[in-house]
């Protein structure tokens, strides 16, 4: 599709003259089904992410796994395409066909300044996976202290589990440094209750 090519380079003049031509600016294409403006936010090409929304592409069109163009800038950490599909009024919320949200991809893929963003305009640091997995298990499992202190300040708990019954701590003092582990502490993660040092 030349419109989705043209998103996924940048190229708006080409954009413009396809549209121009009769071009639907909301169709999807390809084997993941992204429309430009998906294409636009995947490849972080802000000024033609502006130039669709304003031309009327729906900020919460989704793929064919049911992720928005939000989540995939999130987690790309495209943070100024983050923020014109904060402004334009993006669901920032929705899941994909994993349970996945933006703020988990951010968080899961270490961009802390895009996670800051999510969760000023009101990101639920509390959204889990099916699994019961939270943002704050993506930044444990990973060692990004910052992140899960980010969390930690904008109401995640600390405390939650999952169906297996891991907790963050649990799953941090498997893969994570020592200062991941205090955070947690500090914040009155416990292990699960059926572990041997559980509380």
Known sequence: MPLLIAAAAGRLEE???LLDNG????????????????AA?????????????AKGAREDARTETLETPLLLAAGKGHRDVVDLLIEA?????????????PLYAAARAGFLPVVEALLDAGANPNANLPNGESPLFAAA????????????????????HTYSHETPLSIARKKAG???????????ARMPVDSPDGR
Request: overall charge neutral.
């Open 15 to 17: 954009i413009d003259r």
């Open 23 to 38: 071009a639907a600016i909301n169709a999807s294409s390809g084997k993941n089904a992204l429309t430009a403006l998906g």
């Open 41 to 53: 936010a995947l490849n972080g090409h802000t000024a033609v992410v502006k130039h669709l929304l």
């Open 89 to 101: 009024h993006a669901g920032i919320d929705i899941t994909d066909r994993n349970g996945v949200t």
């Open 141 to 160: 499992e990973r060692d990004r202290v910052e992140i899960a202190r980010a969390l930690l300040d904008m109401g995640a708990l600390a405390t939650v």
């Open 178 to 188: 020592a200062p991941m582990v205090a955070l947690l502490e500090k914040a009155g």
